[in-house]
C-alpha cells in the first residue's frame, strides 16, 4: 500500500490543524493506521492509531485530549485533528500502515516503528510560540 501524507503547515500555538494519509494499492480496511512523529535530533516516536474497524483509538499521553485520529474507508483516508498546538509539537509527521494479522482481534494496539508495514513520506508541522 501506498501512503501519501497532506495537511502539515506553519501555525501558531494554540491553533489547529488537520493531517490526511490517503491510501492506495490494498484494501484499505485491512489495516491498522497509525501516526507517528520525529522531531529533529529524536526518535520518532508514537502520536495515535485507529484499528481497521475504526472502533479502537489509542493514543500517546503527550497528545491525549489535543488530538483525534479517525478514518473513513471509503476514502481510503486517516485523519489526525490536531487542536491546541504547542511548540513541542513540531515534527514531521508520518502515517503508517499495518496490515491485519490472522492472530489480531479489534483492540489490538500497536506502538512501536518497528510493528508497522507501510509508511509514507511525511508532512511537516512547525508550531510558533
Known amino acids: 500500500v501506498q501512503l501519501v501524507e497532506s495537511g502539515g503547515g506553519l501555525v501558531q500555538a494554540g491553533d489547529s490543524l488537520r493531517l490526511s494519509c490517503v491510501a492506495s494499492?490494498?484494501?484499505?480496511?485491512?489495516?491498522?493506521m497509525a501516526w507517528f512523529r520525529q522531531a529533529p535530533g529524536k526518535e520518532r516516536e508514537f502520536v495515535a492509531v485507529i484499528s481497521w474497524s475504526g472502533d479502537s483509538t489509542y493514543y500517546a499521553d503527550s497528545v491525549k485530549g489535543r488530538f483525534t485520529i479517525s478514518r473513513d474507508n471509503a476514502k481510503n483516508t486517516v485523519y489526525l485533528q490536531m487542536s491546541s498546538l504547542k511548540p513541542e509539537d513540531t515534527a514531521v509527521y508520518y502515517c503508517a500502515a499495518r496490515i491485519r494479522r490472522t492472530y489480531n482481534v479489534e483492540g489490538d494496539i500497536y506502538k512501536s516503528t518497528g510493528d508497522y508495514d507501510h509508511w509514507g513520506q511525511g508532512t511537516q508541522v512547525t508550531v510558533s510560540s
Open positions: 494499492g490494498r484494501t484499505f480496511s485491512n489495516y491498522a
